[in-house]
């Protein structure tokens, strides 16, 4: 069974920078996908970066690009989300999600995947 483990979640001024990371272990294979995503109070949850480990290509949501950076580490294990310039819109909580298939794919966004992590609060405010 997939488990997945979001930290590094916290309070940040406008401007500011955040280190998210995603640990995930009972991985199937060690080919497979994982994603990030966000839902604000009173939104859909929204996906904002996958990750292959087949490959490691990357994908992002266009009001991320420039701001975010996915990467993952060798063990294929864990992946962090390098966030910076932020903005009181990216306030929300953060999950990671996994999914067994080889590549993000076109529709990477939509909140199809198999296993999802509890999430960690983001909160940008002065």
């Known amino acids: 069974q997939v488990q997945l483990v979001e930290s590094g979640g916290g309070l940040v001024q406008p401007g500011g920078s955040l280190r998210l990371s995603c640990a995930g272990s009972?991985?199937?294979?060690?080919?497979?996908?994982i994603s990030w995503f966000r839902q604000a109070p009173g939104k859909e949850r929204e996906g904002v970066s996958c990750?292959?480990?087949?490959?490691?290509?990357?994908y992002y949501a266009d009001d991320v690009k420039g701001r975010f950076t996915i990467s993952g580490d060798n063990d294929k294990k864990t992946v962090s989300l390098q966030i910076s310039d932020l903005k009181p819109e990216d306030s929300a909580v953060y999950y990671c999600a996994t999914a067994n298939r080889l590549f993000c794919g076109s529709t990477w966004y939509r909140p199809s995947y198999d296993s999802w992590g509890q999430g960690t609060q983001v909160t940008v405010s002065s």
């Open positions: 009972g991985f199937p294979s060690e080919l497979h996908v």
């Open positions: 990750i292959s480990t087949t490959d490691d290509s990357t």
